[in-house]
C-alpha cells in the first residue's frame, strides 16, 4: 500500500541529529528526501566506531529513508543546481542559522520566488526577534538554558548534569516532523505554502515549563515553580536487596494493593498522608522514603512477581545491554538485521507506529556521501555532460566515490 507521505519531495538542508531526526521520520512515512551534504559531509558521519570511513552508527541511526547528493552550496553551480531542487519540492528543511542561509542565497524569500507553493521549515536555536537570535545552539546548551541540569540537583544530584541522551535534539526534531506534515495539511486545505520556524529554545522552555510552572501558573504567583513529585530525591528506581526495580505507586488502589501485599494495610487506611492524591502530594518526599526502605528487603525477582501480582506498575531498570535483549522489543520486531550495501549486516531500530493499513518503514539504508548524485541530478534535468562538468569541478560528486575504501 501506498505509505502516508508518498509522492511528497523534501530538501534536507540540515545535519547532526535535530533536523536529520525530524527528516528520517518523514522518510520512513514515504517522503522522498534529498539529503544534500557539504563536500566534507554530516558530521555525525564520523562518530562513533564504523566499518567504512563516514558511516559511522550516530549516522546510520538517523540517515535512514534518504538519497544523499553533495553540492557545494558556496560555489554558483552548486547553488544553481539546489533551486533546480527547489523548483520540484513540496518542501525545504534546514537546521543551518538563517543568517548563512541567507549569505548562501538560501533565505525563504529567494526560495520562495522559485517556488511559492514551498514549506520552508527553518529549525533554529532560537526565535529571530529574540536577542539570542545569532547565539550558537547545541543539545547541551539548550538543557542547561531550560534548567535541566539544575532540575537534576533539585531532585538530589550532587551536581548539575545533563540529561544523558539527545533530548533537545530529538524533540525539537520532533516538532520539525510534525509542523511539516501539518503544513502539508494546510497547503493542501489552501494552496499556499510558508514558513514556518521551529526554535530549539523556546520549544524546550515549553517543554520543561509546562511541568514545572508551579505556583507560577497563577498570576499573582502563588508559590514556587516546581512540581515535588518530579523533584523528589527518592523518585528513582528503587534499590532492593539485590539491584533495583522501577515502581510507579500513584492512584488510591496502588497505594491499597501495595501494603496489603505486604500485610500493612493498616498503614494505608490510618496514615493520612496516604488519604489521597492532594495529601500524597504535599507529601510525597517521605512516602517515597517509605517505599524506598521497603523495598530493600527483598529480591528484584520478587518483587517484580509481587507487585505485578497486585497491579502494581513495574517495570526492570535496564542496562543498555539488557534493553537490546528486552522480550517485549523482541516479540514486536522492534530491531530488525538489514544489509547495508556497503556496510553489511546492520541491527536497525524499526519504527515504532503500528498502522492498518499504510505502514510507514524504511525506504532505504542511509547513504554514503553523495551516493544518489548522479540519479538527482537527472532527474531534475541535467544532461551527461552538465553533470560530468560538475564532478570535475568538484561541484558535486558521483556514486563511484562515494564507495569505501
Avoid at 203 to 213: E, K
Avoid at 267 to 285: P, Q, V
Amino acid at each position: 500500500m501506498p505509505m502516508p507521505l508518498q509522492g511528497v519531495r523534501i530538501i534536507d538542508l540540515t545535519s547532526v541529529l535535530m533536523g536529520p531526526y525530524a527528516t528520517q521520520i518523514l522518510g520512513d512515512m514515504g517522503a522522498d528526501i534529498i539529503k544534500v551534504e557539504s563536500p566534507s559531509g554530516d558530521t555525525t558521519r564520523l562518530i562513533g566506531p564504523m566499518r567504512n570511513p563516514g558511516m559511522g552508527p550516530t549516522f546510520l541511526n538517523a540517515n535512514r529513508s534518504k538519497r544523499s547528493i553533495m553540492l557545494d552550496l558556496k560555489k554558483p553551480e552548486g547553488r544553481a543546481a539546489l533551486m533546480r531542487l527547489v523548483e520540484s519540492a513540496d518542501v525545504l528543511i534546514c537546521n543551518v542559522r538563517p543568517k548563512a542561509m541567507a549569505r548562501l542565497g538560501l533565505s525563504y524569500e529567494e526560495v520562495n520566488a522559485i517556488n511559492a507553493k514551498i514549506i520552508y521549515v527553518g529549525l533554529v536555536g532560537f526565535g529571530q526577534s529574540g536577542p539570542y537570535a545569532d547565539k550558537p545552539a547545541y543539545d547541551d546548551l539548550i538543557q542547561g538554558a531550560v534548567a535541566l541540569p539544575t532540575l537534576s540537583t533539585m531532585a538530589g544530584s550532587d551536581v548539575p548534569r545533563y540529561v544523558p541522551t539527545t533530548i533537545a535534539d530529538r524533540t525539537v526534531g520532533l516538532h520539525g516532523a510534525i509542523a511539516t506534515v501539518a503544513a502539508l495539511l494546510h497547503r493542501a486545505n489552501t494552496g499556499r505554502g510558508q514558513q514556518i520556524e521551529i526554535p530549539m529554545f523556546e520549544t524546550m522552555a515549553g517543554y520543561v515549563l509546562a511541568d514545572h510552572m508551579g505556583g507560577r501558573s497563577f498570576e499573582p504567583s502563588i508559590g514556587a515553580p516546581g512540581y515535588q513529585r518530579l523533584l523528589a530525591p527518592d523518585r528513582r528506581p528503587f534499590r532492593t536487596s539485590d539491584g533495583y526495580i522501577c515502581v510507579v505507586i500513584y492512584t488510591d488502589g496502588h497505594w491499597r494493593n501495595f501494603f496489603k501485599s505486604i500485610g500493612q494495610s493498616e498503614t494505608f487506611e490510618k496514615d493520612e498522608r496516604f488519604a489521597n492524591l492532594s495529601s500524597r502530594s504535599a507529601n510525597i518526599g517521605s512516602l517515597y522514603k517509605v517505599v524506598a526502605d521497603i523495598l530493600l528487603t527483598r529480591t528484584s525477582a520478587e518483587w517484580l512477581a509481587l507487585l505485578e501480582s497486585a497491579d502494581i506498575p513495574v517495570m526492570p531498570l535496564h542496562t543498555l545491554e539488557s534493553l537490546m535483549e528486552d522480550p517485549h522489543l523482541r516479540a514486536v520486531a522492534f530491531f530488525k538485521n538489514n544489509e547495508h550495501p556497503s556496510e553489511g549486516s546492520i541491527h536497525s531500530i524499526s519504527t515504532p507506529w503500528r498502522w492498518s493499513d499504510s505502514q510507514p518503514g524504511e525506504t532505504r539504508p542511509a547513504p554514503r556521501i553523495g551516493q544518489h548524485s548522479v540519479e538527482i541530478l537527472r532527474n531534475i534535468g541535467y544532461d551527461e555532460e552538465q553533470i560530468r562538468v560538475l564532478i570535475e569541478n568538484r561541484i558535486t560528486q558521483d556514486d563511484c566515490a562515494a564507495q569505501p575504501g
